[in-house]
T-cell receptor
Framework: DAGVIQSPRHEVTEMGQEVTLRCKPI?????LFWYRQTMMRGLELLIY????????DSGMPEDRFSAKMPNASFSTLKIQPSEPRDSAVYFC????????????FGQGTRLTVV | AQSVAQPEDQVNVAEGNPLTVKCTYS??????LFWYVQYPNRGLQFLLK??????LVKGSYGFEAEFNKSQTSFHLKKPSALVSDSALYFC???????????FGKGTRLSVIA
């Protein structure tokens, strides 16, 4: 398996524009997580899915953020409209079922909003 | 609520010397503990985990970690540091099920030749 695949790797956009980040989890994994990494706040969980169903989105910072998982092999994180403070690295991770299972991370998308 | 503390933002060690990166945790039940490493412009890579059993866990690249229940700690160790070990290290915890991992703020390890 190629691992968790995220696209794009880098995104530069202007304030007010819509941004869509994409993730393909590892095949067969039941859980998908979206994290955001910043210098100030470290790694924050935004939302996670189990079998394509959102379980906890309490980490989504504002209504400008939304996430979907239309099928087991694809998820999106959308920011509309984007703001400079959204600049961060966004990671997608997936894991199989099991209490002791680790999460497998993608390479991340570095978002810069100017 | 679960939490992880990594008390050191930065650890410097000379190549060939032993290294320790500290981690303490707080959970309501039995902890599942993890260490990850992040190299520049890369995602997080899994190093090792403690689930149950032997308190000393061995992982990738010669790293090991010791689970200490009484001190609620899970420190990462390596007997002899390499320059290539320089990276950002994260400790993480979960207390049940497949709940998301809760990460510490990370410790930057710098190994000096």
């Amino acid at each position: 398996d190629a691992g968790v695949i995220q696209s794009p790797r880098h995104e530069v956009t202007e304030m007010g524009q819509e941004v869509t980040l994409r993730c393909k989890p590892i095949s067969g994994h039941d859980y998908l997580f979206w994290y955001r990494q910043t210098m100030m706040r470290g790694l924050e969980l935004l939302i996670y899915f189990n079998n394509n169903v959102p379980i906890d989105d309490s980490g989504m910072p504002e209504d400008r953020f939304s996430a979907k998982m239309p099928n087991a092999s694809f998820s999106t994180l959308k920011i509309q409209p984007s703001e400079p403070r959204d600049s961060a690295v966004y990671f997608c991770a997936s894991s199989p079922l099991g209490q002791g299972t680790e999460a497998f991370f993608g390479q991340g998308t570095r978002l810069t909003v100017v | 609520a679960q939490s992880v503390a990594q008390p050191e933002d930065q650890v410097n060690v000379a190549e060939g010397n032993p290294l320790t990166v500290k981690c303490t945790y707080s959970v309501s039940g039995n902890p599942y503990l993890f260490w990850y490493v992040q190299y520049p412009n890369r995602g997080l890579q899994f190093l090792l985990k403690y689930i149950t059993g032997d308190n000393l866990v061995k992982g990738s690249y010669g790293f090991e970690a010791e689970f200490n229940k009484s001190q609620t700690s899970f420190h990462l160790k390596k007997p002899s540091a390499l320059v290539s070990d320089s990276a950002l290290y994260f400790c993480a915890v979960r207390d049940h099920g497949n709940t998301p991992l809760v990460f510490g703020k990370g410790t930057r390890l710098s190994v000096i030749a």
